[in-house]
């Protein structure tokens, strides 16, 4: 059995792919392979389109080749990190499966760094796609301290919470699920997506001071599932709650 990376342009094994800063207008979409299959691909799929960032030719190119692909991972759990893009003024694709490195976060929980780089709101409809220009992620990543199960939140430039530098956020109030609001700017998240057909959740804005009232908060990407939050350092602490643990065992029932 081959070990991860394994590489893949345009639908064909390669020895290597381009760096990232080689994609003009790149839109990155990270995924879970899970068994030999891509369980979100669908909705995957879906931000694809919305993104209006790629040709139908390419979008039948893709579709074409990408569960193949995914029944080649020689692993039971792998990540497949998916690029489109431009690369020399050519429209093009490439396919890369990572390993899944497990870590603690599942099960004792992440922590949260506030960071001061903050997220730029824009005044047209934020279509929420994942974008392979990371630069201020990069620069709010840089600052986070050394520690274990560390994440960083990040604010808009207006101060109101957005994400974590990996996922979206859902905070629990009473019995209603709330995540910020991602019309200005942000990476509204597949897992988000899927979750809102099993749960009831509210799209609001929120300061710091807002969010700390939650009863509990979790973090959510489509490669890990749901991760709790257990403290946002400096300004909160939780134990971790019933929600969580629900919707942790809702996505190994479902999902994997």
Excluded at 72 to 81: E, I, L, M, Y
Excluded at 127 to 156: Q, T, V
Aim: proline letters at 4%; a positive charge.
């Amino acid at each position: 059995m081959s070990k991860l990376p394994q590489f893949y342009r345009k639908g064909r094994r390669a020895s290597e792919l381009v760096p990232d800063s080689d994609y003009a207008n790149g839109i990155l979409e990270t995924m879970r392979c899970h068994n030999g299959s891509l369980p979100l691909w669908s909705l995957h799929r879906s931000r694809l389109v919305r993104s209006s960032a790629l040709s139908a030719l390419l979008l039948s190119d893709i579709d074409r080749f990408i569960k193949k692909l995914a029944a080649k991972c020689s692993q039971n759990a792998a990540v497949a990190r998916l690029r489109v893009g431009f690369v020399d003024g050519r429209e093009c694709w490439d396919l890369a499966f990572l390993p899944l490195v497990r870590g603690l976060e599942e099960e004792l929980g992440a922590r949260l760094y506030p960071c001061r780089t903050r997220l730029l709101s824009s005044e047209s409809k934020n279509l929420g796609c994942k974008f392979l220009d990371r630069s201020r992620y990069n620069a709010a990543r840089a600052e986070l301290p050394d520690g274990e199960r560390l994440d960083g939140l990040i604010f808009d430039d207006s101060g109101r919470v957005i994400e974590s530098l990996r996922c979206n956020l859902l905070a629990r109030f009473g019995n209603t699920w709330v995540t910020p609001n991602l019309t200005r700017c942000g990476v509204h998240g597949v897992m988000l997506d899927w979750l809102s057909g099993h749960i009831r959740w509210q799209e609001q804005d929120m300061n710091i001071e807002t969010f700390c009232e939650a009863d509990e908060v979790v973090l959510c990407n489509s490669v890990r599932g749901v991760i709790p939050v257990v403290e946002i350092i400096g300004y909160k602490s939780w134990s971790i709650g019933p929600g969580a643990r629900r919707l942790q065992q809702l996505i190994v029932e479902a999902l994997w």
